[in-house]
Structure formats: structure tokens, C-alpha cells
């Protein structure tokens, strides 16, 4: 049985520009003009959806694997963003401080800004 001529999925950089140019068509319909879709033996479309939001996660870049650096554990990676929590407290993670190799008892001075804070580590001499 021969097979229909059906392009190649678009990828990467190509993949981005293509889905910008469809602007405000349907996901499914971006993801057959994409070349995300098969013909079935009786003749009907079918678009991969899942295959055409890999390869769009793929293309951003974007790693959603949890890659562990050898400790067992993957956990999840600093995003550099945090949110003021419900009872107005600021949680910093310990993916910032294990990356930073700072201790229980390490001390920081606080300075406020008009729109930020800034946290600098003190030395053991100014921490007596």
C-alpha cells in the first residue's frame, strides 16, 4: 500500500515562526498546517495534537524533565520568581540557598528599596 505524500513537521525555529503566521487559527488547525497529522487508511485526518505541543515545548526551549544532578532526587529547579505568601511572608527555597552553599545560621542585612530588596550576606566578623 503506498503512502500518502504527507510533509515533514515543522521543528524549532521554523516550527515558532509558523505557528506566529497562523495567528488566529484553531491549535488544531496550526498543528495540521504544521504538519502535525496523519492520513489513516481510510482516508481520514487525524492531527497529533500531543506530537505539535512537544515539539512547541521542544522549541522554547522549555526543559519540563526533571534533570537531578546526581543526588536521587530531582525536586524542582529555581525559577528566580517568588510570591508574597498569604500571611505576608517572603519564602526564600532552598534551591537558592543549597546554590549559594549557605548554612543554617548564616546571616543576611536587609536594605528596602522603592521597588525591590536587597539581601547581602554578612561576614562572620559582622555577624558578632
Known amino acids: 500500500m503506498a503512502k500518502?505524500?504527507?510533509?515533514?513537521?515543522?521543528?524549532?525555529?521554523?516550527?515558532?515562526?509558523?505557528?506566529?503566521?497562523l495567528g488566529n487559527l484553531s491549535?488544531?488547525?496550526?498543528?495540521?498546517?504544521c504538519?502535525?497529522?496523519t492520513v489513516t487508511k481510510n482516508g481520514v485526518e487525524?492531527?497529533?495534537?500531543?506530537?505539535?505541543?512537544n515539539a512547541l515545548i521542544?522549541?522554547?526551549g522549555i526543559e519540563l524533565d526533571s534533570t537531578s544532578n546526581g543526588q536521587g532526587r530531582g525536586g524542582r529547579s529555581a525559577s528566580y520568581r517568588i510570591s508574597v505568601q498569604s500571611n505576608h511572608?517572603?519564602?526564600?527555597?532552598?534551591?537558592?540557598?543549597?546554590k549559594m552553599g549557605?548554612?543554617?545560621?548564616?546571616?543576611?542585612?536587609?536594605?528596602?528599596?522603592?521597588?525591590?530588596?536587597?539581601?547581602?550576606?554578612?561576614d562572620a566578623d559582622e555577624q558578632e
Open 102 to 122: 549557605l548554612k543554617p545560621g548564616d546571616e543576611f542585612e536587609i536594605t528596602l528599596g522603592r521597588k525591590h530588596i536587597h539581601l547581602r550576606q554578612l
Open 27 to 33: 491549535k488544531e488547525e496550526k498543528a495540521r498546517e
Open 46 to 53: 487525524r492531527v497529533n495534537m500531543m506530537k505539535f505541543l
Open 4 to 21: 500518502t505524500n504527507q510533509p515533514q513537521p515543522l521543528t524549532g525555529q521554523e516550527l515558532l515562526i509558523k505557528v506566529k503566521e
Open 58 to 60: 521542544d522549541a522554547e
Open 35 to 37: 504538519g502535525y497529522y
Open 89 to 98: 511572608n517572603l519564602l526564600i527555597g532552598s534551591a537558592y540557598t543549597k
